[in-house]
């Protein structure tokens, strides 16, 4: 019984590869919801730094 015990503990091998391509999916699919959502923020982004770099250039 203790050596079965034993076993399954040691025996997590692939445990870390599953779990980080689960991450990546879920990573993948909350990018293809807010697909939209990101474009804009980075888009606004960007145009308050160009603002901020050519107030700070003129």
Do not use: C, H, P, Y
């Not at 076993?7 to 689960?22: P, W």
């Not at 699919?29 to 308050?48: C, D, N, R, Y």
């Amino acid at each position: 019984m203790k050596k079965r015990i034993k076993k399954r503990k040691s025996n997590n091998q692939g445990m870390g590869t599953v779990e980080m391509i689960l991450i990546i999916v879920v990573l993948i699919g909350l990018v293809l919801i807010f697909k939209t959502q990101i474009q804009e923020l980075a888009s606004t982004i960007f145009e308050k730094i160009s603002l901020d770099s050519a107030a700070i250039l003129a």
